[in-house]
């Protein structure tokens, strides 16, 4: 048997995914709100997931993946479809190290973006936040007025702690 390899880096997962036929997928009825994916899978044709599982894009998936803080466990194997979902460790890649949306890596900023003034491209530039998270960020902005830290964000219904942990380190509220 192969030995397992872990990683966080959003290419690897998904060509690894699609050379095997796999498709981004989600258990039905296991988010808490329509913003959030729930359990995340792989779906593979033939196999049991059918009408338990539902496809969804990349982008929402990879948002989860981030979300969660997981990592996928693999097996290097042509022929293999082992792969899981696991809680990511210290030593697991960076969020300056993972890609943020297929085909593109999250280029190395030397400043934070400021969340009283980015638009929802920049916010959703970002490594982890997806159109709907930078759209949310953006309304709750413009209804509340400036946001003074990112821990404001915690009082927008669908933003978990994870994701403003996330935040933190790459946003700035000047």
């Known amino acids: 048997m192969s030995s397992a390899t ?17 498709k981004p997928a989600h258990v039905l009825g296991t988010g808490r709100n329509k913003d959030d994916p729930g359990l995340l899978r792989i779906d593979y044709p033939g196999f049991s997931g059918e009408g338990r599982l539902e496809a969804i894009d990349w982008d929402t998936w990879l948002d989860g993946f981030e979300a969660n803080q997981l990592a996928f466990l693999y097996q290097d194997d042509p ?30 900023r ?12 920049e916010l959703d530039a970002l490594w982890g936040v997806g159109p709907a998270t930078a759209r ?36 700035a509220t000047a």
């Open 6 to 22: 872990r990683t966080t880096d959003h290419q690897a997962i998904v060509e690894w995914v699609e050379a095997r036929g796999g």
């Open 136 to 171: 949310k960020i953006v309304e709750f902005r413009q209804r509340e007025g400036r946001i003074a830290s990112p821990d404001d964000l915690n009082r927008i219904e669908g933003i978990d702690s994870a994701t403003v942990e996330n935040l933190k380190r790459q946003t």
């Open 79 to 108: 022929d293999s479809r082992f792969s899981k979902l696991v809680r990511r460790r210290p030593e697991d890649s960076s969020a300056n190290d993972a890609p943020h949306r297929r085909g593109q890596r999250r280029k190395g």
């Open 110 to 121: 030397s400043s934070r973006v400021d969340l009283n003034s980015a638009s929802e491209e």
